[in-house]
């Protein structure tokens, strides 16, 4: 089926809240509090390693309603924030608020009021006593000074992961290539701040709303730190601003959740930026080396890596990132052997965690510099070397995982080439007076769809109710980011059904009345819960078929929204209501879908750069995205995605970093010093979608909205360094960086 045989599928389906948001009205968290909620803001260290002495509270706890909550407050449970199913087992080393600061941006109070305002004067007005410790800041130096800033006794968090006979392929090899690249420290910058309402119900049941990405996973971390069993926790996913992975961890959730349960009244915690760049999630900065072995022909016989991971303060998801990066190491190329040894350190920085591509950016970035580093010092073409050595369709991944699916990054990488015009542009070209040249660079990469076959389980379950007047409500776990997914949803029902998508509704997570779901989490939300979504409307269909061939005495089917049976057609919701009046029961159907497969989707990205040699600073001039995405649901969500996953990779190559002083200050805690790229800066980019239905996904679809931004930083540095003849491996390449390589060359 192609695309012009579907009626909503791969069209460009405007989304039912677009409007409201335009106009500043739709209704976020923030903009309908309960009455007598008390508004929360945190009280966070200005030390970056730092036992707390005292905290003064008397004069802000002399204004009106004013309450100031502390660490002695607090229980002193520990939890591990990245932890999102009972028994995970993730090391846990914080607590909802602490006496040892551990990064300036750690809980240590919680000052409420029953205004904002109020609150921050409060907060004005505390006075802290520290006994500073020094800072560890450089991951290359923290399993030395772990001591410092933890008593575990846990210096790193280590992982191996490998197959296949490494040292007898290097033994043999003809070449044997290594570099090492790091990647920084990046703050997702959401337009949402961090927030979270809590409300203590009757019969002993916390009610917590959040715009989170795994409502399960914040029931999991609450009942880590109140006596409640998971039963008395109710979770409510709120409408959401952004998050790109920075909300997928329970940050501020199981504090609210305590200040409300303790005192009896709806807390409600906000954030500025600041305190969401200091006090939430960041990606994980990586240093990593790879190393590989090649035969004479060019083939990779095997490859090493050495890989650090930042966890920053607290190991949060940090472990689960740096091993699934180990994991996605060998779903791009053909690889027969591998080894890969990594370890998460912990420094007195903001924490790291999950973020858009989950290890894929890094792990990527690290192999795809290197693997045009190794193609230079060799004299071999980077495409050629690619083609040969690229994964084919179907292929078994040796590390045990799923099989790769199908995979069309050799198509991608071939039309790519021609629609952008590689060997005419590649360069390098100078301008007259020598101070511009322009080249270009790309990248491949690839990104899962769900978690079969990992160590998580993966399933979701919905229901999907045809109504008495012909419109359909789909009751889902899913949580929708802002980015479209249950416009895309009700896309894939009306699709399956062909009841028109104005009538069709997708419900939101809620831990009391949905089946449980692991979250908006490993590009997992269109392969699986969109698949699911399409099966439970096929058997939506039957059984209204089936009904309906009873009362009507005749086969029926489903046309266009309306019942045909007997050469008669009915009216869908006259339908219904005769089948819900003569056979006693509602046209109701419940689907859990398990995956069998996780497929990768796959990506090269081509860009060309000038590069202003005096001043250092870089111009993307011409952007091309190629994804394999099996079939898109909304075009226009795709397109969207991948704009945003390049301007995020751009940042990531050319000036995104979180970055701290050898005192451990942070060198940026707003948007004046943390540097975006903005819309002037963006080029123009051209989008080719390869489209070949891939098994297993709704409608032959699978996953965009990770894999997007996972090949464009390496783009961007192979382009600057193919320019300037440049070995560059420090990202991000700011201007600094870029005019100091250009004088030395």
């Known amino acids: 089926m192609t695309n012009k045989d579907f009626k909503y599928i791969g069209k460009r389906v405007i989304r039912e809240d677009s409007a409201d948001k335009v106009r500043g009205a739709y209704d976020y968290l923030a903009d309908s509090l309960p009455q007598d909620t008390l508004v929360g803001v945190p009280l966070l260290s200005e030390q970056p390693n730092a036992i707390i002495k005292n905290i003064d509270i008397s ?80 991951m290359r130096e923290a399993q030395e000074k772990a001591a410092l800033l933890h008593e575990d006794g846990e210096s790193s968090f280590t992982g191996r992961l490998g197959y ?51 409502i399960f996973g914040v029931q999991h971390a609450v009942a880590q730190v109140l006596p409640l069993p998971l039963s008395k926790i109710r979770v409510i996913k709120a409408n959401m601003g952004g998050t790109f992975g920075g909300k997928q961890e329970s940050v501020f959730e199981p504090l609210c959740a305590w200040a409300a349960w303790k005192l009896r009244r709806p807390v409600f915690i906000n954030t500025n930026r600041g305190e969401t760049m200091a006090a939430t999630r960041t990606r994980a900065a990586v240093r990593g080396r790879v190393t590989t072995a090649l035969d004479a022909e060019g083939r990779i016989l095997a490859r090493k890596f050495d890989i650090t991971a930042d966890a920053g303060a607290y190991l949060t998801g940090t472990k689960k990132v740096m091993m699934a990066m180990g994991k996605k190491a060998s779903r791009l190329y053909r690889i027969p052997a591998m080894v890969y040894e990594g370890r998460v350190v912990r420094t007195s920085t903001t924490p790291a965690g999950a973020c ?57 990488l071939t039309r790519g080439a021609e629609r952008f015009g590689w060997e005419r542009l590649r360069g390098p070209s100078e301008s007259p007076d020598g101070r511009f040249v322009t080249a270009a660079g790309f990248a491949c990469c690839t990104h899962g769809n769900g978690y079969y076959k990992t160590i998580y389980h993966d399933m979701t379950q919905m229901s999907l109710r045809i109504l008495e007047d012909g419109s359909a409500i789909l009751r889902t776990a899913i949580h929708e980011l802002g980015n479209g997914t249950t416009t895309a949803l009700a896309q894939i029902v009306a699709e399956a059904t062909g009841i028109d998508i104005s009538k069709v509704t997708v419900t939101e997570g809620d831990t009391n009345f949905s089946s449980y779901d692991a979250g908006c989490q490993a590009s997992r939300v269109i392969y699986v819960c969109g698949e699911c979504a399409r099966l439970v409307s096929e058997e939506a269909v039957k059984l209204l078929c089936a009904k309906a061939s009873e009362i009507y005495d005749a086969p029926a089917e489903l046309r266009n929204g309306f019942v045909v049976a007997g050469g008669k057609k009915i009216d869908l919701g006259e339908a219904v209501r005769s089948i819900m009046m003569k056979k006693r029961c509602s046209v109701e159907a419940h689907y859990e879908h398990a995956p069998d497969a996780n497929p990768a989707s796959f990506g090269v990205h081509f860009a060309q750069v000038r590069v202003d040699k005096l001043t250092g600073l870089v111009k993307v001039e011409k952007y091309l995205a190629v994804h394999d995405v099996g079939q898109s649901i909304n075009r ?83 382009a600057v360094n193919r320019a300037l003849g440049t070995s560059l491996t420090e990202l991000p390449l700011t201007p600094a960086k870029i005019a100091a390589a250009a004088e030395k060359r």
Request: with cysteine.
């Open 356 to 412: 858009r591509g989950y290890g894929s950016p890094q792990i990527h970035t690290i192999t795809e510099i290197h693997t045009d580093l190794m193609c230079k010092r060799l004299g071999l073409d980077p495409v050629r070397f690619r083609l040969d050595n690229l994964v084919h369709d179907g292929d078994a991944d040796p590390s045990g995982a799923s099989n790769i699916g199908k995979a069309r990054v050799i198509e991608c």
């Open 164 to 214: 296949g006979d490494a040292d007898a392929a290097f033994a043999a090899a003809a070449y044997v290539e290594s570099d090492e690249i790091y990647t920084p420290k990046i703050h997702h910058a959401a337009m949402e701040t961090h927030c979270v309402l809590a409300l203590p119900r009757p019969e002993n049941v916390i009610e917590v709303h959040t715009p989170c990405q795994i």
């Open 59 to 138: 004069e802000a706890e002399r204004m009106e309603g004013v309450i100031v909550l502390t660490f002695r407050d607090a229980p002193d449970n520990k939890y591990n924030s990245g932890e999102w199913f009972p028994g995970q087992n993730d090391f846990p080393d914080e607590t909802i608020l602490t006496g040892h600061a551990r990064h300036v941006g750690d809980r240590i109070g919680l000052v409420l009021a029953d205004d904002e305002d109020r609150a921050r004067a409060a907060l004005r007005m505390i006075k802290v006593e520290y006994e500073a410790l020094p800072p560890v800041v450089d």
């Open 636 to 718: 226009s969500f795709v397109d969207g995605q991948i704009y945003g996953g390049v301007q995020m990779g751009i940042g990531m190559a050319l000036c995104e970093e979180l970055d701290y002083g050898a005192d451990g200050r942070p060198k940026a805690q707003n948007f004046d010093k943390y540097h975006m790229v903005n819309a002037p800066d963006m080029p123009e980019v051209d989008i080719l979608l390869i489209e070949d239905g891939e098994p297993g996904g709704p409608f032959g679809a699978k996953s965009i909205g990770e894999v997007c931004t996972v090949p464009v930083s390496a783009a961007i540095v192979n």
